[in-house]
């Protein structure tokens, strides 16, 4: 049987000594790395307006290391820069999200920030009801093509035309069938509101 002396002893117990210790430091380190505090911010300018849209993008980082930005606009599109400029082409709502990583002696730290609906590409009003329709006047049966002209891109469409009877058509055909004067109302509606136009007295069947 190999037995240590007491020299060789003492000195394997310093060793061991100090590797305990090497990993109670690494330990301390990390912990105080993952509880470091948010320092991710971001700033876009503008924030809505028509399509395309180009929207400015600054990223901010204030903690240590290096950072390594990665964006996600919302769209499907990413970036790797610290201030992507960003082109939107289609109408909507978009989350944008920013994640940092920062490269540090003993590791890195990586940080999300997500802002949700933060950019607003199209009109966010909502829209303006109008219509015509042809002829407005004749002998029953009269049969008559109502025309949507409203504005601001509404998305449903509630048509009321005097005599009982509904439509959701954007463009809809109506027929009269008894003689009187009929009041027609829209009502259009996209995801930022609705709008009423009404025309009283507006068909006449004679």
């Not at 007491?6 to 105080?32: D, H, N, R, W």
């Not at 944008?96 to 540090?104: E, G, R, Y």
Request: with cysteine; charged share 15%; glycine share 8%.
């Amino acid at each position: 049987m190999y037995t240590l002396d007491k020299q060789t002893f003492e000195g394997m117990k310093k060793v061991f000594c100090t590797l305990i210790l090497a990993f109670f430091i690494m330990f301390v380190t990390a912990a105080s790395v993952s509880a470091a505090p948010s320092v991710v911010d971001f700033t876009a300018d503008p924030r809505s307006g028509p399509e395309p849209l180009d929207v400015k993008f600054n990223g901010t980082y204030t903690g240590p290391g290096t950072p390594q930005w990665f964006w996600k606009f919302g769209d499907g599109n990413t970036s790797t820069e610290e201030d992507p400029l960003h082109t939107y082409y289609n109408p909507g709502k978009y989350s944008v999200t920013l994640t940092v990583k920062s490269v540090l002696s003993n590791g890195y730290i990586s940080q999300t920030i997500t802002r949700g609906n933060y950019i607003t590409v199209g009109s966010a009003l909502p829209p303006v009801a109008a219509f015509s329709a042809n002829p407005v006047s004749g002998s029953a049966p009269l049969s008559v093509q109502f025309t949507d002209e409203s504005t601001g891109a509404p998305t449903k469409w509630f048509w009321n035309f005097g005599d009982r009877t509904f439509s959701t058509q954007q463009n809809p055909p109506h027929t009269y069938n008894k003689a009187g004067k009929y009041t027609v109302s829209l009502v259009v509606t996209n995801a930022n509101g609705s709008d009423i136009e009404t025309r009283y007295g507006y068909i006449t069947v004679t």
